[in-house]
């Protein structure tokens, strides 16, 4: 790493610890570079990359000044992590299906989205290579590519886990109809009807339905916003409800953005090894961090094929082409059958595509610029809650993804919040949808991951106001 990076990284952590707040000013040039002992072109570039990045600003004949990092919001509250959770079924979905229908029509504005905007993929250049990959495609290979899939795209995908320092055979993927079925063939491999499944309070509605589907139960487990599940409320849950897996988010969690710390990671797929239950690790978010480095997947320090790690390319390339994989360890026999048994392949054009896009190279390049783009958006989008929504209001600004996860204020109902919003064209994702007990009813999810403009300024202001009332009315 160069002088200048290995600063502006400095830098860049002091910001989002909030050791430097937003609107301080920097030291000039000449201060850093006599402070830092480097030249004063390091000390520049550095605050280039700084402002590339979009977290300091220049002001003319001013200097240069912080303007991301800490909220001045109060910090999410720390969970209860002494309760113990109940196994019990799970009945969500209909909450879930009326959550999302109001987030598909264009004329809404989609703070409730699951999804960043299409307009910030390479959809022009994917098209191309698709076009080209689709007539050169030989006939033979819509029969071949059934069952595990593509095997230049598997080749590429354990590229890029050997990248990362993970050792993962091409033959350990299965190429699954985006993440989301990658995640469901690995749960019907370690359980069956009656089960329980650890999951993460707050969790993706998407994991509570699928345990509804197969008539699992499933216990909560408390999660801190900024570094994941609670490690021993998870040991207590493991020692009183015998679980048959663990469903989670190790990067980015939606909806709480949380990262855990590569010794948390350590410690968990330790602990769930000793007691011989397998994790199922969503890890859809890994490639949308804001820091220098991607973090670590839970399957870095997985040493007994326990971690079925699971991950697409919807979040960060390809929206709508519903490519994705499993990395099952021990179980990628049983998950390739399973994926044989249902949906039997995924679109070979697009794993064609994928593959070449890929192979040829730029996808870091698209990647990086997504990253700063996203980092960008957050910024606009906390500012904007700080500014609109009323006193009471708390929230963490994570450090990769596109979710905020937000407080009200006591006495604000998220459901009454999201009715009220959905009548002015908003949508927001309320806390309820991601509880297996439809708990967080004074939580909202809003996604940062939709291009700022005026209508979405105007819809934050008018969430705002809309709680301040609601928040008003509760005193």
Request: proline share 7%.
């Amino acid at each position: 790493m160069k002088r200048y990076e290995q600063l502006a990284n400095d830098l860049a952590h002091s910001i989002k610890e909030g050791l430097l707040a937003r609107g301080e000013k920097l030291p000039s040039i000449r201060q850093a570079s006599s402070a830092r002992k480097v030249s004063p072109s390091t000390v520049f570039q550095a605050y280039y990359l700084l402002e590339a990045r979009g977290l300091i600003s220049a002001r003319e004949r001013s200097g240069y000044y912080v303007c991301g990092g800490t909220p001045h919001l109060p910090q999410l509250p720390e969970p209860d992590i002494h309760r113990n959770a109940e196994a019990a079924p799970v009945d969500v979905s209909e909450l879930v299906f009326e959550v999302l229908e109001s987030t598909r029509a264009r004329k809404v504005v989609p703070l409730g989205s699951a999804f960043p905007s299409p307009l910030l993929f390479p959809m022009a250049r994917l098209a191309k290579t698709m076009a080209a990959c689709v007539q050169a495609m030989d006939p033979w290979r819509s029969v071949e590519d059934i069952g595990p899939g593509d095997a230049e795209l598997r080749r590429q995908i354990a590229l890029r886990y050997m990248i990362d320092g993970l050792q993962v055979s091409p033959d350990e993927i299965v190429i699954t109809n985006g993440a989301l079925e990658g995640l469901n063939l690995c749960l019907q491999a370690v359980t069956q009807h009656g089960d329980t499944v650890l999951i993460a309070s707050p969790t993706f509605y998407a994991a509570l339905q699928a345990i509804e589907r197969n008539g699992l139960k499933a216990v909560e487990v408390p999660c801190h916003p900024r570094d994941g599940i609670d490690l021993d409320a998870l040991h207590r849950a493991l020692e009183l409800h015998k679980p048959a897996a663990c469903w989670l988010m190790t990067n980015f969690q939606n909806p709480l953005g949380s990262l855990m710390p590569d010794d948390k990671k350590m410690d968990m797929v330790a602990l769930l090894t000793r007691y011989h239950v397998p994790l199922i690790e969503d890890d859809v978010y890994g490639e949308l961090y804001f820091s220098d480095k991607r973090p670590k997947p839970a399957k870095a320090f997985d040493t007994e094929g326990l971690v079925m790690h699971c991950s697409s390319f919807s979040k960060c390339l390809a929206p709508g082409y519903r490519v994705g994989w499993a990395a099952p360890g021990r179980y990628a026999k049983k998950v390739e059958r399973l994926k044989l048994a249902t949906t039997l392949a995924t679109s070979v054009p697009a794993q064609i595509t994928l593959a070449s896009y890929l192979n040829k190279g730029g996808y870091d390049k698209h990647l990086r610029g997504l990253r700063h783009t996203l980092l960008l958006q957050q910024i606009k989008f906390v500012e904007a809650v700080e500014r609109h929504f009323p006193p009471g209001t708390h929230l963490t600004a994570p450090n990769g993804g596109y979710f905020l996860w937000v407080k009200l204020p006591d006495g604000v109902n998220s459901l009454e919040l999201h009715h009220a919003a959905l009548n002015l064209g908003i949508s927001i994702a309320p806390g309820p949808i991601f509880s297996a007990q439809k708990g967080f009813t004074d939580y909202v999810r809003l996604n940062y991951g939709h291009l700022w403009n005026d209508e979405i300024e105007g819809a934050i202001a008018a969430l705002g106001k809309i709680t301040h009332r609601l928040s008003m009315r509760s005193t």
